[in-house]
Protein backbone atom coordinates (compact mmCIF):
# COMPACT_ATOMS: atom_id res chain seq x y z
CA UNK A 1 0.00 0.00 0.00
CA UNK A 2 1.23 3.41 -0.63
CA UNK A 3 1.84 6.20 2.07
CA UNK A 4 -1.45 8.06 2.56
CA UNK A 5 -3.86 5.20 1.84
CA UNK A 6 -5.92 3.62 4.72
CA UNK A 7 -5.80 -0.15 5.43
CA UNK A 8 -9.02 -0.93 6.52
CA UNK A 9 -7.90 -2.69 9.59
CA UNK A 10 -8.17 0.68 10.80
CA UNK A 11 -10.15 2.69 9.12
CA UNK A 12 -13.32 3.97 10.67
CA UNK A 13 -15.39 6.44 12.69
CA UNK A 14 -16.07 6.32 16.44
CA UNK A 15 -18.44 9.35 18.59
CA UNK A 16 -15.91 10.34 20.95
CA UNK A 17 -17.58 9.25 24.72
CA UNK A 18 -16.02 9.97 28.31
CA UNK A 19 -12.70 8.38 29.21
CA UNK A 20 -14.00 5.43 31.33
CA UNK A 21 -10.34 5.70 33.34
CA UNK A 22 -11.24 8.88 35.12
CA UNK A 23 -15.00 8.37 35.64
CA UNK A 24 -13.81 5.36 37.49
CA UNK A 25 -11.63 7.15 39.34
CA UNK A 26 -13.93 9.89 40.55
CA UNK A 27 -16.54 6.80 41.75
CA UNK A 28 -16.10 5.78 44.92
CA UNK A 29 -17.17 2.11 46.13
CA UNK A 30 -20.61 2.91 46.74
CA UNK A 31 -21.63 4.68 43.80
CA UNK A 32 -23.99 3.76 40.99
CA UNK A 33 -22.68 4.08 37.61
CA UNK A 34 -24.31 5.89 35.03
CA UNK A 35 -26.85 4.36 33.09
CA UNK A 36 -25.43 4.12 29.68
CA UNK A 37 -22.95 1.61 31.26
CA UNK A 38 -25.27 -0.52 32.50
CA UNK A 39 -25.55 -3.88 30.58
CA UNK A 40 -28.50 -6.15 31.61
CA UNK A 41 -26.49 -8.69 29.19
CA UNK A 42 -24.11 -8.85 32.17
CA UNK A 43 -26.46 -10.66 34.22
CA UNK A 44 -28.61 -12.40 31.76
CA UNK A 45 -25.76 -14.03 30.40
CA UNK A 46 -23.06 -14.61 32.88
CA UNK A 47 -20.27 -17.17 32.82
CA UNK A 48 -21.72 -20.70 32.89
CA UNK A 49 -18.89 -22.00 36.24
CA UNK A 50 -16.89 -19.61 37.91
CA UNK A 51 -13.83 -21.74 38.09
CA UNK A 52 -11.13 -20.55 35.68
CA UNK A 53 -10.43 -22.90 32.72
CA UNK A 54 -7.12 -23.13 31.10
CA UNK A 55 -6.91 -23.07 27.29
CA UNK A 56 -5.11 -25.22 25.08
CA UNK A 57 -1.60 -24.76 25.57
CA UNK A 58 0.81 -24.92 22.33
CA UNK A 59 4.40 -25.37 21.99
CA UNK A 60 6.32 -23.23 19.75
CA UNK A 61 9.58 -24.57 20.51
CA UNK A 62 7.88 -28.21 20.24
CA UNK A 63 6.61 -27.14 16.72
CA UNK A 64 9.68 -26.36 15.21
CA UNK A 65 11.70 -28.82 16.98
CA UNK A 66 11.58 -32.06 13.99
CA UNK A 67 11.19 -34.44 16.51
CA UNK A 68 8.39 -33.06 17.75
CA UNK A 69 6.76 -30.82 15.80
CA UNK A 70 4.08 -33.52 13.94
CA UNK A 71 2.90 -34.35 16.85
CA UNK A 72 2.36 -30.95 18.19
CA UNK A 73 1.34 -29.34 14.49
CA UNK A 74 -1.65 -32.46 15.00
CA UNK A 75 -2.24 -30.46 18.00
CA UNK A 76 -2.67 -27.26 16.80
CA UNK A 77 -5.04 -28.16 14.48
CA UNK A 78 -7.07 -30.21 16.54
CA UNK A 79 -7.04 -26.69 18.53
CA UNK A 80 -8.14 -24.77 15.98
CA UNK A 81 -10.94 -26.90 15.14
CA UNK A 82 -12.45 -27.00 18.44
CA UNK A 83 -11.25 -23.69 20.23
CA UNK A 84 -10.27 -21.39 17.71
CA UNK A 85 -8.70 -20.04 21.04
CA UNK A 86 -5.20 -21.31 22.96
CA UNK A 87 -2.36 -20.21 24.84
CA UNK A 88 1.34 -20.28 23.40
CA UNK A 89 4.19 -21.05 25.77
CA UNK A 90 8.11 -21.00 24.39
CA UNK A 91 6.67 -18.37 21.69
CA UNK A 92 10.62 -17.16 21.62
CA UNK A 93 9.84 -13.34 21.64
CA UNK A 94 12.46 -11.98 24.45
CA UNK A 95 11.00 -11.65 28.33
CA UNK A 96 13.17 -8.44 28.45
CA UNK A 97 11.35 -6.89 25.80
CA UNK A 98 8.18 -7.64 27.19
CA UNK A 99 9.06 -6.67 30.28
CA UNK A 100 9.91 -3.21 29.04
CA UNK A 101 6.98 -3.12 27.37
CA UNK A 102 4.56 -3.83 30.06
CA UNK A 103 6.20 -1.05 32.31
CA UNK A 104 5.69 1.10 29.41
CA UNK A 105 2.47 0.54 29.17
CA UNK A 106 1.55 0.96 32.96
CA UNK A 107 3.20 4.03 32.73
CA UNK A 108 1.58 5.08 30.04
CA UNK A 109 -1.88 4.52 31.24
CA UNK A 110 -0.98 6.39 35.10
CA UNK A 111 -0.30 9.48 33.31
CA UNK A 112 -2.59 12.25 33.86
CA UNK A 113 -5.53 12.37 31.57
CA UNK A 114 -4.45 15.45 29.48
CA UNK A 115 -1.03 14.05 28.89
CA UNK A 116 -2.74 10.88 27.13
CA UNK A 117 -5.11 12.91 25.58
CA UNK A 118 -1.91 14.25 23.13
CA UNK A 119 -2.36 10.99 21.47
CA UNK A 120 -6.35 11.24 21.07
CA UNK A 121 -8.05 9.73 18.33
CA UNK A 122 -8.82 12.46 15.52
CA UNK A 123 -11.57 11.56 13.57
CA UNK A 124 -9.72 11.28 10.33
CA UNK A 125 -11.11 8.13 8.96
CA UNK A 126 -8.57 5.85 11.07
CA UNK A 127 -9.02 4.06 14.27
CA UNK A 128 -5.73 5.26 15.57
CA UNK A 129 -5.09 7.08 18.86
CA UNK A 130 -6.60 7.01 22.50
CA UNK A 131 -10.24 7.02 22.42
CA UNK A 132 -12.85 4.04 22.29
CA UNK A 133 -14.42 2.54 19.10
CA UNK A 134 -17.71 1.11 17.61
CA UNK A 135 -19.46 3.70 19.04
CA UNK A 136 -22.17 4.59 16.36
CA UNK A 137 -24.87 6.70 18.71
CA UNK A 138 -25.70 8.54 21.45
CA UNK A 139 -28.03 5.89 22.83
CA UNK A 140 -25.97 3.55 22.41
CA UNK A 141 -24.72 1.44 25.35
CA UNK A 142 -20.85 1.78 26.34
CA UNK A 143 -18.44 -0.58 27.04
CA UNK A 144 -16.44 -0.35 30.53
CA UNK A 145 -13.01 0.89 29.22
CA UNK A 146 -10.85 3.31 26.73
CA UNK A 147 -8.46 2.02 24.29
CA UNK A 148 -5.23 3.22 22.84
CA UNK A 149 -4.72 1.80 19.47
CA UNK A 150 -1.77 2.24 16.87
CA UNK A 151 -1.64 0.63 12.96
CA UNK A 152 2.15 -1.23 13.20
CA UNK A 153 2.62 -2.61 9.87
CA UNK A 154 2.97 -2.16 6.86
CA UNK A 155 5.74 0.08 8.15
CA UNK A 156 5.05 2.81 5.57
CA UNK A 157 1.56 3.31 7.27
CA UNK A 158 2.54 4.46 10.75
CA UNK A 159 1.88 7.44 11.70
CA UNK A 160 3.98 8.72 13.93
CA UNK A 161 1.73 11.12 16.00
CA UNK A 162 0.18 8.50 17.69
CA UNK A 163 3.28 6.85 18.67
CA UNK A 164 3.84 7.91 22.64
CA UNK A 165 6.99 9.70 22.73
CA UNK A 166 6.84 9.26 26.72
CA UNK A 167 7.55 7.06 28.46
CA UNK A 168 11.16 7.08 26.76
CA UNK A 169 11.53 3.43 25.22
CA UNK A 170 8.03 2.83 24.39
CA UNK A 171 8.04 3.64 20.87
CA UNK A 172 10.91 1.66 20.45
CA UNK A 173 9.88 -1.13 22.63
CA UNK A 174 6.66 -1.30 20.39
CA UNK A 175 8.49 -1.37 17.20
CA UNK A 176 10.58 -4.12 18.31
CA UNK A 177 7.53 -6.21 19.63
CA UNK A 178 5.86 -5.80 16.90
CA UNK A 179 8.86 -7.11 14.20
CA UNK A 180 9.19 -10.14 16.77
CA UNK A 181 5.30 -10.78 16.88
CA UNK A 182 5.40 -10.29 12.74
CA UNK A 183 8.14 -13.17 13.02
CA UNK A 184 5.67 -15.06 15.20
CA UNK A 185 2.56 -14.66 12.82
CA UNK A 186 4.83 -15.67 9.60
CA UNK A 187 5.97 -19.17 11.79
CA UNK A 188 2.46 -19.88 12.58
CA UNK A 189 0.71 -19.41 9.08
CA UNK A 190 3.44 -21.61 7.90
CA UNK A 191 1.90 -24.43 10.48
CA UNK A 192 -1.70 -23.55 9.84
CA UNK A 193 -1.27 -23.87 5.77
CA UNK A 194 0.43 -26.97 6.19
CA UNK A 195 -2.18 -28.16 8.62
CA UNK A 196 -4.86 -27.05 6.11
CA UNK A 197 -3.28 -28.65 2.91
CA UNK A 198 -2.47 -24.63 1.78
CA UNK A 199 1.03 -24.50 0.04
CA UNK A 200 2.57 -21.66 2.20
CA UNK A 201 2.97 -19.51 -0.03
CA UNK A 202 -0.69 -18.82 -0.76
CA UNK A 203 -0.72 -17.58 2.77
CA UNK A 204 2.45 -15.66 2.42
CA UNK A 205 0.35 -14.34 -0.58
CA UNK A 206 -2.52 -13.45 1.32
CA UNK A 207 -0.70 -12.21 4.13
CA UNK A 208 1.81 -9.72 2.20
CA UNK A 209 3.44 -7.01 4.32
CA UNK A 210 1.88 -8.26 6.94
CA UNK A 211 -0.64 -6.21 8.30
CA UNK A 212 -0.80 -5.82 11.71
CA UNK A 213 -2.10 -3.13 14.32
CA UNK A 214 -1.72 -2.93 18.13
CA UNK A 215 -4.63 -2.30 20.80
CA UNK A 216 -3.63 -1.34 24.34
CA UNK A 217 -7.07 -1.80 26.37
CA UNK A 218 -7.21 -0.29 30.03
CA UNK A 219 -10.33 -1.69 32.27
CA UNK A 220 -10.87 0.39 35.11
CA UNK A 221 -12.11 -1.50 38.42
CA UNK A 222 -15.93 -0.75 38.50
CA UNK A 223 -17.88 0.00 41.79
CA UNK A 224 -20.68 -2.10 40.34
CA UNK A 225 -18.94 -4.95 38.41
CA UNK A 226 -21.03 -7.51 37.78
CA UNK A 227 -23.30 -4.67 36.09
CA UNK A 228 -20.54 -3.64 33.04
CA UNK A 229 -19.13 -5.36 30.44
CA UNK A 230 -15.37 -4.27 29.51
CA UNK A 231 -15.43 -5.32 25.59
CA UNK A 232 -18.90 -6.33 23.92
CA UNK A 233 -19.22 -9.81 22.88
CA UNK A 234 -17.08 -10.08 19.19
CA UNK A 235 -14.89 -11.77 16.88
CA UNK A 236 -12.01 -10.44 15.94
CA UNK A 237 -12.08 -9.60 11.93
CA UNK A 238 -8.17 -10.69 11.44
CA UNK A 239 -6.45 -13.64 10.55
CA UNK A 240 -5.60 -13.97 14.12
CA UNK A 241 -5.15 -12.10 17.13
CA UNK A 242 -1.79 -12.41 19.71
CA UNK A 243 -2.93 -11.03 22.93
CA UNK A 244 -0.80 -10.27 26.08
CA UNK A 245 -2.13 -9.59 29.68
CA UNK A 246 -0.02 -6.88 30.75
CA UNK A 247 -0.52 -6.94 34.64
CA UNK A 248 -1.80 -10.65 35.07
CA UNK A 249 -5.11 -9.33 36.02
CA UNK A 250 -7.98 -12.07 34.05
CA UNK A 251 -10.77 -10.93 32.56
CA UNK A 252 -11.26 -12.40 28.98
CA UNK A 253 -14.50 -14.61 28.99
CA UNK A 254 -14.67 -17.12 25.93
CA UNK A 255 -18.34 -18.66 23.94
CA UNK A 256 -17.60 -22.41 24.28
CA UNK A 257 -20.32 -24.59 22.85
CA UNK A 258 -23.05 -21.83 23.64
CA UNK A 259 -21.75 -21.08 27.50
CA UNK A 260 -19.40 -18.17 28.61
CA UNK A 261 -16.69 -19.19 30.44
CA UNK A 262 -13.66 -17.27 31.81
CA UNK A 263 -10.28 -18.23 30.52
CA UNK A 264 -6.86 -17.36 32.58
CA UNK A 265 -3.26 -17.32 31.04
CA UNK A 266 -0.59 -18.48 31.87
CA UNK A 267 2.33 -16.06 32.91
CA UNK A 268 4.54 -16.04 29.98
CA UNK A 269 1.89 -17.37 27.43
CA UNK A 270 0.48 -15.61 24.58
CA UNK A 271 -3.47 -15.92 24.22
CA UNK A 272 -4.14 -16.12 20.43
CA UNK A 273 -7.34 -16.42 18.42
CA UNK A 274 -8.36 -17.25 15.23
CA UNK A 275 -10.29 -14.55 13.63
CA UNK A 276 -13.18 -14.07 11.14
CA UNK A 277 -10.79 -14.30 8.22
CA UNK A 278 -9.35 -16.87 8.97
CA UNK A 279 -12.95 -18.97 9.59
CA UNK A 280 -13.10 -17.97 5.88
CA UNK A 281 -10.39 -19.14 4.35
CA UNK A 282 -10.66 -22.82 5.93
CA UNK A 283 -14.50 -22.50 4.95
CA UNK A 284 -15.11 -22.85 8.73
CA UNK A 285 -12.91 -25.63 9.69
CA UNK A 286 -11.32 -23.37 11.94
CA UNK A 287 -13.27 -20.69 14.04
CA UNK A 288 -12.95 -17.29 14.70
CA UNK A 289 -15.00 -18.00 18.32
CA UNK A 290 -16.84 -15.16 20.41
CA UNK A 291 -15.29 -13.42 23.46
CA UNK A 292 -15.78 -10.50 25.77
CA UNK A 293 -13.69 -8.85 28.82
CA UNK A 294 -15.23 -8.41 31.96
CA UNK A 295 -14.44 -6.49 34.95
CA UNK A 296 -13.54 -6.63 38.37
CA UNK A 297 -14.45 -4.08 41.57
CA UNK A 298 -10.63 -3.58 42.47
CA UNK A 299 -8.05 -3.94 39.83
CA UNK A 300 -7.90 -2.60 36.43
CA UNK A 301 -7.06 -4.71 33.73
CA UNK A 302 -4.77 -4.35 30.68
CA UNK A 303 -4.39 -5.87 27.71
CA UNK A 304 -2.41 -5.67 24.79
CA UNK A 305 -3.86 -7.14 21.72
CA UNK A 306 -1.85 -7.26 18.30
CA UNK A 307 -4.11 -7.99 15.55
CA UNK A 308 -2.20 -9.47 12.18
CA UNK A 309 -4.87 -9.17 8.94
CA UNK A 310 -4.43 -10.05 5.52
CA UNK A 311 -3.55 -7.99 2.54
CA UNK A 312 -5.77 -4.98 2.05
CA UNK A 313 -6.46 -6.20 -1.30
CA UNK A 314 -7.67 -9.14 -0.42
CA UNK A 315 -11.12 -10.84 -2.02
CA UNK A 316 -11.79 -13.42 1.04
CA UNK A 317 -13.36 -16.64 0.41
CA UNK A 318 -12.64 -20.29 1.09
CA UNK A 319 -9.34 -21.93 0.09
CA UNK A 320 -10.28 -23.67 -3.01
CA UNK A 321 -7.73 -26.59 -1.28
CA UNK A 322 -9.87 -26.84 1.55
CA UNK A 323 -12.84 -26.99 0.20
CA UNK A 324 -12.03 -29.69 -2.52
CA UNK A 325 -14.87 -31.62 -3.30
CA UNK A 326 -16.79 -30.45 -0.06
CA UNK A 327 -19.73 -27.78 0.22
CA UNK A 328 -18.83 -24.10 -0.02
CA UNK A 329 -19.76 -22.68 3.60
CA UNK A 330 -19.16 -19.02 2.96
CA UNK A 331 -19.62 -16.57 -0.13
CA UNK A 332 -16.50 -14.10 -0.68
CA UNK A 333 -16.65 -10.49 -0.11
CA UNK A 334 -13.56 -8.19 -0.83
CA UNK A 335 -11.59 -7.26 2.71
CA UNK A 336 -12.02 -3.85 2.24
CA UNK A 337 -15.90 -4.44 2.18
CA UNK A 338 -15.72 -6.46 5.09
CA UNK A 339 -14.10 -4.12 7.56
CA UNK A 340 -16.10 -1.29 6.39
CA UNK A 341 -19.53 -3.46 7.22
CA UNK A 342 -17.29 -4.51 10.51
CA UNK A 343 -16.05 -0.68 11.66
CA UNK A 344 -19.53 0.93 10.56
CA UNK A 345 -22.01 -0.80 13.42
CA UNK A 346 -21.28 -1.49 17.37
CA UNK A 347 -19.93 -4.72 18.17
CA UNK A 348 -21.99 -6.92 17.74
CA UNK A 349 -21.43 -10.87 18.41
CA UNK A 350 -19.96 -12.83 14.81
CA UNK A 351 -22.67 -10.87 12.71
CA UNK A 352 -19.71 -9.61 10.45
CA UNK A 353 -19.25 -13.18 9.47
CA UNK A 354 -23.08 -14.04 9.73
CA UNK A 355 -23.57 -12.59 6.70
CA UNK A 356 -20.74 -14.54 4.30
CA UNK A 357 -22.30 -18.00 5.41
CA UNK A 358 -24.30 -19.30 3.32
CA UNK A 359 -25.92 -22.13 5.46
CA UNK A 360 -26.99 -22.24 8.99
C1 LIG B 1 -9.95 -7.22 21.67
C2 LIG B 1 -10.31 -8.13 22.77
C3 LIG B 1 -10.02 -8.86 25.03
C4 LIG B 1 -9.21 -8.57 26.23
O1 LIG B 1 -9.26 -6.20 21.94
O2 LIG B 1 -10.34 -7.52 20.52
O3 LIG B 1 -11.04 -9.02 22.54
O4 LIG B 1 -9.13 -9.47 27.07
N1 LIG B 1 -9.78 -7.93 23.99
O5 LIG B 1 -8.67 -7.49 26.35
NI1 LIG C 1 -11.24 -9.40 20.44
Excluded at 221 to 249: M, R, Y
Aim: aromatic residues 10%.
Amino acid sequence: MAKGEVHSQCAGYTLSVPNVQSLATSLDKSAQIPERYVRPEAQADPIARNNEIELPVIDLAKLIDPEFSEEEAAKLHFTCQEWGFFQLVNHGVPEELIEGLKANTLEFFNKPLEEKMVYKQENDGTLQGYGQAFVMSEEQKLDWSDLFYVMTRPITLRNMKFWPTSPSTFRDNIDRYSFELTKLASCLWQYIAKNLGVATEVFAQLFKDHPQGMRFNYYPPCPEADKVIGVSPHSDATGFSILLQINDVQGLQIRKDGEWIAVSALPNAFIVNLGDITEVLSNGLYKSIEHRAMINTENPRISLVAFHGPDNSIMLQPLPEVVGDGKLNYGSMSYQELMKAFFDKKLEGKSIIDKLKLFN
